[in-house]
């Protein structure tokens, strides 16, 4: 294992070559804000919460995409990186329909959180009030692509842990939205194991199980650690 | 000590967000000790007055009305608070906006769905126009404050009055001070 020496937040630390920026502040216990991020799964950078920078270039890196090298300088909580966090989260509450009063994971929300976290308490920018679908087909579980933030969490879990390739993201821009199957109902995709992975993998209450009131849903996210942990190091219990 | 002058005013919303503040029950006899109630929909008051140091709006923007009153209160006010998440985002009463404008949203609450005599409702000067969009409050006017939750609950709207009146500024900062709905 190659080892490389690495400043963050004026703290030297130490992480082998492989691992990313915020592989190595958590170890560090440097935290990060995150939102696309699972544990478990593949690293994306799309929501642009872990953006951090780096000592000798202009552009701002998401940490979870980009890897450690000898001798970078980083900064996780300058003023510049708070001012642009906060931007992401205001543009993911104004460009979907997040009515928190109505939503059944309000309260146990991670975009909620990350709001919090980086003090949002108005939006500057204007509410698109896009006229998105839900998808009621699924027996158990239901799709309000209203409060969607496109972190494609569900798509990684399904095809990476649960291999069932239930979902996928159409079209591009403006314009994507989180597919089943073939750009089906839900409820009519056969490769749909209705293991719930995606429920408890959505930051928001874009993914739910049916008949949940606002408030009430929770996701155990430390399930789909497990199986991943179980599967790789084969650390199966029976 | 000259009395703070108070406003609380009900636009599109449910008044949830003044039950909240009916909720700061004995506090209230220690506020009314501080300021004067100049407009509020608890208070027969017929216009708002000039002059107004402190409004909580509660409620977005939906009809010709609210826009005309919320112009006034901005130029009749010092400071304005954002009063709970239908001010701060619009919230329940913008969902209509994903129907689109005022005419396909009253075609189909009053036409398509009314079971008997279907009509749109028209009254001008008595029932305000639909705006075509519902909008929240600092898209239409400046904010001073922004005081989101559904209703936000009765301490927290006591941690945002109560520095206020001593001239300080509330620190709207973690999960006590922000929160939607």
Wanted: proline residues 5%; aromatic residues 6%.
């Amino acid at each position: 294992m190659t080892v490389k020496t690495l400043t963050i937040n004026d703290q030297l630390i130490t992480a082998s070559a492989e691992q990313t920026i915020l592989d190595a502040a958590k170890e560090a216990e440097i935290k990060i804000p995150t939102l696309c991020h699972l544990e478990g799964v593949s690293d994306v950078g799309a929501c642009r919460l872990c953006l951090v920078e780096i000592e000798g270039s202009s552009k701002l890196q998401p940490a979870c995409v980009t890897q450690v090298q000898e001798g970078m300088v980083i900064q996780t909580e300058t003023e510049k990186l708070k001012e642009y966090r906060r931007m992401a989260v205001e543009l993911l509450f104004a460009e979907g329909n997040h009515v928190c009063a109505v939503c059944v994971v309000n309260g146990n929300c991670q975009l909620q959180n990350v709001a919090i976290k980086v003090g949002m308490d108005h939006s500057r920018f204007p509410y698109k009030f896009p006229k998105r679908e839900v998808d009621l087909s699924h027996r158990l579980f239901g799709m309000d692509h209203n409060r969607c933030i496109l972190c494609t969490r569900c798509v990684r879990v399904c095809d990476e842990i649960e291999g069932a390739h239930v979902w996928d993201v159409a079209n591009r821009g403006g314009q994507s939205f989180i597919v089943s199957g073939i750009n089906q109902p839900w409820g009519e995709v056969d490769a749909c194991t209705s293991c719930g992975k995606c429920v408890d993998a959505c930051p928001t209450g874009a993914i739910f199980r049916q008949g949940s009131t606002a408030s009430e849903m929770t996701c155990d996210r430390s399930t789909l650690e497990f199986l991943h942990r179980a599967r790789t190091k084969k650390e199966w219990t029976r | 000590m000259k009395k703070i002058k108070l406003a609380t005013v009900w636009l599109a919303g449910c008044s949830g967000c003044h039950m909240s503040f009916l909720d700061l029950d004995e506090w209230l006899l220690e506020l009314a000790q501080k300021v004067d109630i100049v407009y509020s929909p608890i208070a027969d008051i017929k216009d708002y007055p000039d002059g107004v140091d402190i409004c909580l709006v509660e409620g977005a923007i939906a009809n010709e009305e609210n826009l005309a009153l919320i112009k006034e209160i901005r130029q009749k006010t010092k400071f304005i608070i954002s009063f709970g998440d239908c001010a701060v985002t619009a919230n329940v009463p913008g969902m209509r906006n994903m129907l689109g404008p005022a005419e396909t949203v009253l075609k189909r609450s009053y036409l398509e769905l009314g079971d008997i005599t279907p009509q749109l409702p028209q009254e001008p000067g008595i029932v305000p126009e639909l705006l075509d969009r519902v909008s929240p409050v600092h898209e239409v006017v400046n904010v001073d404050l922004f005081l989101p939750g559904c209703p936000p609950n009765a301490a927290r709207i006591r941690s945002v009055i109560e520095p206020l009146l001593k001239g300080e500024s509330p620190v709207m900062e973690g999960r006590k001070m922000i929160k939607f709905g």
